[in-house]
């Protein structure tokens, strides 16, 4: 039996696929946005006080490349490197993976036709 967690589809494991469903969902009314990235949580005291609390699944997306961590002022954030929004586009453009009425944000952001528009709209 094959370990869905070492076959990787689209690019991207399956707790690296919820993780990126989870981040880029609705929430509180608006649209999180691709280029602003994947906001982290900071250890706040201890020996790792100030550095970010890195998730498993964001963990082995910055080790292949897809992710790189940015500190801006207090924060930190993920952000897609360029093989990082090949493989998001790739993991977009696949109904399976990411729906395209619940993420039609990220398929327009990422310059992917969005079903029953006519033009594909560009970011």
């Known amino acids: 039996m094959h370990d869905l967690h070492t076959f990787p589809a689209a690019g ?5 696929r919820e993780l990126i469903r989870r981040e880029f969902c609705q929430h509180f009314g608006s ?4 280029a602003d990235g ?3 949580r ?16 964001v963990k082995t997306m910055i080790e292949r ?5 940015r500190r801006e002022e207090r924060w930190v954030r993920a952000y897609f490197t360029a093989a990082g929004l090949t493989k998001l586009r ?6 399976r993976y990411l729906d395209a009425v ?22």
């Open 65 to 69: 490349g897809l992710l790189e961590l």
């Open 31 to 34: 649209y999180p946005l691709v």
């Open 102 to 123: 619940r993420y039609a944000h990220v398929r327009r952001e990422l310059g992917l036709e969005v079903e029953g528009d006519p033009t594909p709209s560009s970011v």
């Open 42 to 57: 900071t250890w706040r005291g201890g020996p790792q006080a100030g550095e970010p609390k890195l998730p498993p699944p």
């Open 90 to 95: 790739e993991l977009a453009a696949s109904r």
């Open 12 to 16: 991207f494991t399956a707790p690296e």
């Open 38 to 40: 994947i906001l982290l």
